[in-house]
């Protein structure tokens, strides 16, 4: 394993925890409370505050600002907290906050590419393998699965969801939850279709493709309300295992706060 480096500019606070292998470049200012996995790397002019936990193998780029605290105004200055997961990619500028509620604390997973000043606000939950395109924005709590992708310049609403494999498109609006599987578009965004080429990408079966579009045409081109077309696609679906994507759709669609996107 190579030894730590830390550029004799860059500031690195007693209290931080910098895990082997990791590079800490040029002007790079590492907080209290800020635990780094080793293999990371810091560029150059990054800022990283605490407390964070952050794992192995991370990459960030000059500019970013990661573990900030929360700008929501209720926040008064209590312990909150940032975990981020392993082999991640923030580029230039980006933007990661803390909780805001003490003990609160955002979370981001593993393999995502966060590009030029994208933003992840407090209180939000961000699945692994996620993409966020330039300026791709989320509000305060906003929940992200695994796999899904922002489209550039895209801003979230706070509270939303964006499901697993979604895909929104670039200068999205996105004031309700996106269900998983989807193609949301426009502002303010209406879903437009299935994911079908990110699904193919992602090794999903042809017959679970097909029963997806079947699913979206019951949702959104069948002139239904929301519950009458989840009765249908659930009568439907009843023998098929509760892992089959048809139903995670369906239980993320029942378990809406804000309303799906149509």
């Known amino acids: 394993m190579p030894s730590t ?3 004799p500019t860059a500031v690195v606070d007693p209290d931080a925890e910098i895990g082997e292998g990791t590079v800490v470049g040029p002007y790079c200012v590492v907080g209290a409370g800020v635990r780094l996995g080793g293999r990371c790397t810091l560029h150059s002019h990054v800022t990283i505050s605490g407390p964070a936990d952050i794992g192995a193998g991370n990459e960030f780029y000059p500019h970013g600002a990661i573990g900030g ?14 975990e981020i997961g392993d082999d991640n990619t923030f580029r230039e500028f980006v933007t990661v906050n803390r909780g805001t509620s003490p003990g609160d604390k955002t979370v981001i997973g593993n ?32 929940e992200m699965g695994e796999h899904a992708i922002l489209g550039g310049l895209t801003a979230v609403h706070q509270f939303c969801r964006v499901g697993r494999h979604a895909i929104t498109g670039g ?7 996106v269900p998983p599987f989807m193609i949301a578009d426009g502002n303010p965004a209406v879903v437009r279709g299935v994911n079908t080429v990110g699904l193919q990408r992602r090794g999903f079966p042809e017959d679970q ?14 002139k239904l309300n929301v519950a009458d077309a989840v009765a249908q696609i659930k009568e439907r679906h009843l023998a098929d295992p509760a892992d089959h994507p048809v139903n995670e759709l369906v239980r993320f669609i029942e378990g809406s706060e804000r309303g799906i996107i149509r």
């Open 171 to 177: 200068c999205s609006k996105i004031v309700q939850d």
């Open 209 to 222: 493709i097909r029963a997806l579009k079947e699913a979206y045409k019951t949702i959104y081109r069948r």
């Open 111 to 142: 393999g995502g590419n966060f590009l030029a000043y994208a933003h992840v606000a407090h209180d939000c939950a961000v699945g692994d393998g996620v993409i966020f395109s330039n300026n791709g924005t989320l509000a305060g709590h906003v």
């Open 69 to 82: 605290r929360s700008q929501d105004l209720k926040y008064s200055g209590e312990p909150t907290y940032l």
């Open 5 to 7: 480096e830390i550029h």
